[in-house]
């Protein structure tokens, strides 16, 4: 975050910085302007700390854990008079305590006015709805943290008339408002901004229902409001609470977080925690139909793990309401698959060529009637799906990126890409990829989803365009793994999309991401880009190990040839990639030797991830110019019409002209997935065969122990 020590204090401008994800560049937009809560409370006792008419405790009373106003003030004052605090531990206290204070204040305002609503100019608003107040421990670990990081200040919405009771200790993040860090220096504000960034990652991992984050950073005497969303974080300018107008700032702040909405807070009206049972009620939209459905769920199976993106989380549910509380004895029986995420979208949605609830139902339609059951090829169903819908100021508002930019993107003529909330129930369930238990299952996983993939191009006209690990799933039908597709927010309709037409866009998850989304390339985008991703999916799996008893840890990849395609900027893991698949010498030297030799049926891997390599990269059947990763000059035939299987390559004469691979295979296409295909057919049969024969085994073995 850029910091705008220049501006004038208090200034509705902010900055904005984006972050596209690791090993991506970072890059500075112009300013926007803060959002605003859009309320306001005047009241002089919270803005004039000096004036001890509005303690809320003349006999001192400090049951609630929090210290009397007398003594916030005088906390306070260390901070507010501008004298120098060398220690960052030395400003915990007295920031905590000016947060403390105006939630004494509105605590006190509420008791007055019996929660009745407060008149401001010709208009009266609510009263507050609830208290904000920093967790009692400074500078700890939260208990639900994934790794050893401290933070500073724990900020948390306190229902009114509740006691300090849930802030004392180390609040998880799962019930933080907002993270503050703290620096003693004005000019410390971008290593403040940064380490606000790696904590409220967790804020979205721990909280379900989290839309959008709040933070604080405090250096010195000057206090910046934070927001953060999908693609950018927003910083306001200082607010220096050495000033009379910088203290009036940061108090109208947190006065507006007592006042609003929930959903200005950034949380998700439409779900709700049941207490009572243990688990969650979410209501999921049905297209087509007024009122969106209930659902239940205590299970979350993904997590909105990263600061920015589509923030995708899944969870386990089912559409029966539980009758008694979810207990590990008592589990919720799940039966459906509940998808909400963020995703990139047309406002209108009748324009919106990429709604995936609208991709979904014409691959569900499509593969149900034109593929023969014989075919036996697993795809997501789905049961409901569309657009979140919430109440805001009591009316029905479409949940998306303009609710809370539209109007300060207007002023700065600078908008973030519009996303929409929308929310998919679907089936079977499934298990995430490292729940593979043998190579024979992890191959018949990859084929299944390739198999499926094909189908979807050739029967709907779809490409998934996102091929990773976390978008495949294993379901278990009969004890046999299968292989699922799922996640089709990056899919296009190929014919709409005229990919060919314009600088198609970069999809993907980095490891995964083909050579060619992952280059500043002008080359259409087809199914082999997809075909690309599943080769080094399978090449990512290979080298950590299949079982989990086996596994390489994630730190070892770094000393790896393959570490190389998830670490740097987009141009040296493109580079690295260019490099592992150039020609199959480079490609068994520096990937698939280095396959976890632990596996039991290494040997299968490496088979399949060879003749995948060929069939990709060296395909035969097609012209050298499709050959290889780096450009060179074009091949003609002299003496052959047709290619042969031959390794002999002597028929085909270089020309002068220069030529890319990649626009080559592009050209030839139909011919590459043919092979492809064909070689996955043949391994998908293999190693379901495989399975069955070793679950036989199993069997047999189960049926005799009684009787020894």
């Known amino acids: 975050m850029e910091a705008h020590l220049d501006s004038e204090p208090d200034s509705p401008k902010a900055t904005s910085t984006t972050a596209k994800g690791k090993g991506r560049k970072s890059a500075v937009k112009p300013l926007l302007r803060m959002p605003s809560l859009e309320v306001d409370w005047k009241s002089e006792s919270l803005l004039k ?40 531990k030395h400003m915990y206290h007295p920031v905590m305590s000016f947060i403390s204070y105006v ?84 000019t410390d504000n971008d290593a403040a901004a940064v380490q606000l ?22 250096c ?30 940061f108090t109208k702040l947190l006065v507006d977080w007592s006042l609003c909405e929930d959903s200005q807070l950034g949380h998700d009206t439409t779900m709700r925690h049941l207490p009572d049972l243990n688990c969650w009620q979410i209501d999921c939209p049905d297209d087509g139909k007024r009122r969106p459905q209930p659902f239940y769920f205590s299970k979350v199976i993904c997590r909105a793990d990263r600061l920015f993106g589509r923030h995708t989380r899944c969870f386990l549910a089912t559409d029966a309401k539980p009758t008694t509380a979810v207990t590990k004895s008592s589990p919720l029986e799940a039966k459906l698959v509940i998808k909400d995420a963020w995703a990139y979208a047309e406002r209108e949605p009748t324009k919106d060529l990429r709604d995936e609830v609208m991709l979904l139902r014409r691959v569900e ?101 996102d091929i990773s690990q976390n978008n495949v799933l294993v379901v278990r039908r009969d004890g046999i793994a299968r292989g699922l597709l799922i996640d089709f927010d990056c899919a296009v309709d190929i014919n709409k999309e005229q990919l060919g037409n314009r600088r198609p866009e970069m999809t993907g998850t980095l490891p995964f991401m083909s050579i060619n989304n992952l280059s500043p390339s002008s080359v259409p985008r087809t199914a082999l880009d997809d075909w690309e991703s599943m080769l080094y999916l399978l090449c990512w799996k290979a080298t950590e190990g299949v079982i989990s008893a086996k596994r390489r ?26 490099a592992h698949m150039s020609n199959k010498e480079d490609f068994e030297d520096q990937i698939m030797d280095n396959f976890n030799d632990n596996e039991d049926d290494n040997d299968l891997l490496k088979r399949l991830a060879t003749r995948f390599y060929m069939a990709l990269f060296q395909n035969r059947k097609v012209s050298p110019d499709c050959h ?33 691979p990649f626009v080559e295979r592009v050209n030839e296409k139909d011919v590459i997935l043919k092979t492809l295909l064909v070689l996955i057919d043949r391994y998908w049969k293999d190693s379901v065969a495989a399975q069955h024969a070793a679950k036989l085994v199993v069997d047999e073995q189960a049926n005799e122990s009684p009787a020894r």
């Open 628 to 660: 290889g990763t780096a450009k060179k000059a074009k091949y003609s035939t002299q003496t052959k019409d047709t290619v042969s299987d031959s390794d002999d390559d002597d028929f085909w004469t270089k020309s002068g002209e220069i030529v890319d």
């Open 365 to 465: 339609q499509d593969l149900s009637t034109k593929i023969d059951a014989e075919a036996d090829i697993i795809f997501p169903q789905l049961e409901v799906g569309g657009r979140v819908q919430f109440k805001l100021n009591g009316k029905p508002t479409e949940d998306n990126t303009d609710v809370f930019y539209k109007k300060f993107a207007e002023e700065a003529k600078q908008a973030p890409p519009f996303r929409v909330h929308r929310r998919i129930v679907m089936s079977p369930i499934g298990e995430p990829l490292h729940m593979v238990e043998s190579a024979k299952e992890l191959v018949t996983v990859v084929c299944d989803v390739m198999r499926c993939h094909s189908a979807i191009v050739h029967h709907c006209g779809i490409l998934h365009r």
């Open 103 to 186: 939630a004494r204040c509105v605590q006190a305002n509420a008791d007055k006015s019996g929660g009745a609503c407060s008149q401001v100019g010709s208009s009266s608003i609510a009263g507050p709805r609830r208290l904000i107040r920093p967790a009692a421990i400074p500078d700890y670990k939260p208990r639900d943290s994934d790794d050893n990081t401290r933070i500073d200040i724990g900020i948390c919405a306190v229902e009114l008339g509740k006691s300090s009771a849930g802030e004392v200790g180390r609040v998880p993040y799962a019930k933080l408002l907002a993270i503050l860090e703290a620096k003693t220096k004005a």
């Open 553 to 578: 840890v994630a730190e070892d990849f770094g000393a790896l040839p393959i570490g190389r395609w998830r670490n740097g900027d987009d141009e040296a893991i493109v580079n690295a990639k260019r």
């Open 220 to 249: 010195g005497c000057d206090v910046r409001v934070c927001h953060f969303g999908n693609d950018q974080a927003l910083s306001s300018c200082p607010m220096n609470v050495a000033t009379s107008k910088g203290r009036r700032a």
């Open 49 to 88: 700390f000096e004036d001890r008419a509005s303690r809320t405790d003349d006999n001192n009373d400090d049951s609630d854990g929090i210290l009397t106003p007398e003594a916030l003030i005088d906390n306070l004052r260390d901070w507010v008079t501008g004298d120098p605090l060398h220690l960052e």
């Open 197 to 218: 960034l790696e904590y409220t990652r967790q804020l979205y991992q721990q909280q379900p229902d989290l839309r959008f984050a709040w933070g604080i950073t405090v």
